[in-house]
């Protein structure tokens, strides 16, 4: 029972990671490259991915921020003060449609996992009013 507890903390961990990775890659969407006289003077934002795998034999989640690959993609906009000599402008590879997934994804699995924790509290509250 316990060790569900800790199996439904490690998931609140993984989505809370989750939702302030996407948070994170949402407020740096138009994070750009700037070119100035030829020379690249800063690299755009690079948007992160979360990795989750089963941590054994325990049971529970573990998270990992991995760059995203391919980090940019490359925008034609000459008018652009961003803009290189060709006229192309670099922005984070991030779709807006795909944050607002992973957002939704990770509430319910925080929702899940609080459930999960909510369920082996009463169980275990049982079990000791059980056996007193």
Do not use: C
Request: charged share 20%; hydrophobic share 35%; proline share 5%.
């Amino acid at each position: 029972m316990i060790n569900s507890i800790n199996i439904g903390l490690t998931g609140l961990h993984a989505a809370s990671t989750r939702m302030a990775n996407s948070a994170n890659n949402v407020a740096n969407v138009q994070s750009t490259s700037k070119t100035v006289n030829g020379e690249k003077i800063n690299e755009p934002y690079t948007p992160r991915d979360v990795h989750q795998s089963a941590l054994e034999p325990t049971g529970g989640v573990r998270t990992e921020l991995v760059d995203r690959d391919p980090a940019t993609v490359k925008v034609y906009q000459p008018g652009s003060s961003a803009a290189d000599a060709d006229g192309v402008v670099e922005y984070p590879n991030v779709s807006l449609d795909e944050e607002v997934v992973q957002q939704k994804v990770a509430s319910y699995d925080y929702k899940a996992n609080l459930k999960t924790i909510e369920t082996a509290d009463e169980m275990l509250q049982n079990l000791l009013d059980i056996t007193s």
